[in-house]
């Protein structure tokens, strides 16, 4: 096997994308986890991943109020620290900044629930049944300058029901992302950027 790749996984909430990566990643699996970090110092995920053993950093983004880069610098250090070759987002709700995105560009990975190009940013359920679509799903892309816009590596499709809710709808969307994420990431840390289609 070639080296193991080293992933850092940046949550803000309940870390359940980022609980199906650590799963993953045991076994023949091409990484290793080696950082959960997060925004929120708060956020469930971080407790969950120091049970399985996974180092976790919390840099609470509040102290640098506006200052975007400031609150980058203490989060690289972080994430130079633990020196991963691919960090995954798995639901990390902070705007980066340029500079941060072209440090670690073509290493990062988002899971944004939508089928993009459609429903960039907030809001994805409500708006898919706001627009009556039959389908709705989740995409796994490399993290560019553009929100929500770089290459798609990945996608999981579901219905839409009659009577769905956003709620309802993110639920099955969910599903369809613990399944996708890991997926994209063995395929990606082997250098396979043949996008999957679920
Ligand atoms: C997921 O729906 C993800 O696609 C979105 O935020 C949610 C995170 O959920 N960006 P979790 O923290 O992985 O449970």
Excluded at 52 to 60: E, Y
Excluded at 167 to 190: D, G, I, N, S
Aim: proline share 8%; glycine share 10%.
């Amino acid at each position: 096997m070639s080296e193991t790749k080293r992933v850092a996984i940046l949550i803000s909430g309940g870390g359940s994308n980022m609980l199906a990566l650590l799963r993953d990643m045991t076994g023949d699996h091409p990484c290793r986890p080696v950082l959960v970090a997060s925004n929120d110092p708060e956020a469930g995920g971080l407790a969950r991943a120091a049970e399985l053993g996974v180092p976790t950093a919390a840099v609470d983004h509040k102290p640098f109020g506006r200052d975007r880069e400031a609150f980058e610098a203490a989060l690289t250090e972080r994430l130079e620290a633990a020196a991963p070759d691919i960090i995954c987002l798995a639901g990390f709700m902070r705007i980066l900044t340029p500079g941060f995105i072209a440090r670690w560009e073509g290493r990062m990975l988002n899971i944004h629930p939508s089928l993009l190009p459609k429903y960039r940013g907030l809001h994805t359920h409500a708006r898919a049944l706001e627009a009556g679509d039959a389908e709705h799903g989740v995409s796994v892309h490399e993290v560019t300058a553009e929100l929500d816009g770089g290459p798609v590596l990945g996608q999981a499709r579901v219905p839409v029901h009659p009577g769905d809710t956003p709620q309802t709808l993110a639920a099955r969307v969910l599903e369809q992302e613990h399944r996708l994420y890991p997926m994209v990431l063995r395929r990606f840390a082997v250098g396979d950027r043949t996008p999957i289609r679920l």
